[in-house]
């Protein structure tokens, strides 16, 4: 008896089937896959704060963000990338890496968005870490001017006005008083859009999670929002 192939029809017919399979397991894998990045994330930050405090221990000065280093222009992998580079950049994070290593492997944003956010800059690709603001963004951020002495950053001031002492709100504002942390470290998220997460340790927004600054995974993967840590330290 002569075998009897698949009629197009049937092949139709399993096509269909596993194209419907596709279509059910794909947005399950991805949203896994999402999932998994997040977990990450959240691990490497608390590793990055790790070796932070070890940095902090033994400098008595926490970590050094970009607004800090009077020398960072000229350290930049890419002066094209404009204000950008103080946010996010492999020259903030060598603080850590070079001389002491007090992390063995310095991670990368899994999120990383080169160009998205509000008044964004163009970041140069090769920059994939985590976002870093510290006391110099905090100074200038609560309206503050600032003196910022690289190497020296255990002489760094920031000028807050008599006026200022003591006030949250409205700008000009005590830093001291106005944000939980000294400093915050933050990845763009699933949406892979810079949301400002660095104003989730600004206390006004404290009290309800950080707004719409910080990541929720209340509707699933496709919450807005940075995921972000902070510290006293």
């Known amino acids: 008896m002569t075998p009897r192939g698949f009629t197009l029809i049937e092949l139709l017919i399993v096509i269909a089937i596993i194209l419907i399979l ?20 959240k691990g490497e930050l608390r590793s990055l704060q790790n070796a932070m405090a070890s940095y ?26 404009g204000n950008a580079a103080v946010e996010g950049d492999l020259t903030i994070w060598s603080q850590i890496t070079t001389p002491v290593k007090y992390v063995s492997t310095l991670p990368t944003d899994d999120f990383h968005a080169a160009d998205k956010g509000f008044n964004p800059d163009p970041r140069n690709p090769a920059n994939n870490v985590y976002r870093y603001y510290s006391r110099g963004w905090r100074c200038l951020a609560s309206g503050n001017s600032h003196n910022p002495k690289f190497p020296s950053i255990k002489a760094y001031a920031c000028k807050v006005s008599p006026a ?25 998220g699933p949406d892979h859009f810079h949301d400002a997460g660095e104003w ?20 699933g993967t496709v919450s807005k929002g940075d995921i972000s840590a902070y510290s006293k330290i």
């Open 22 to 41: 596709i279509s059910i397991a794909l947005p399950n894998f991805l949203e896994a896959q999402i999932r998994a990045k997040i977990a990450n994330t």
């Open 56 to 81: 902090a221990i033994d400098r008595k000065v926490p970590m050094a963000d970009g607004f800090e280093r009077v020398d960072f222009w000229g350290l930049s992998l890419d002066p094209r990338y």
């Open 200 to 219: 989730a340790m600004y206390r006004p927004y404290v009290s309800y999670g950080g707004g719409n600054f910080t990541y929720s995974p209340t509707n």
């Open 164 to 188: 200022a002492r003591g006030r949250v709100e409205p700008s000009p504002f005590d830093p001291d008083n106005a944000y939980a942390g000294t400093y915050i470290i933050l990845s763009p």
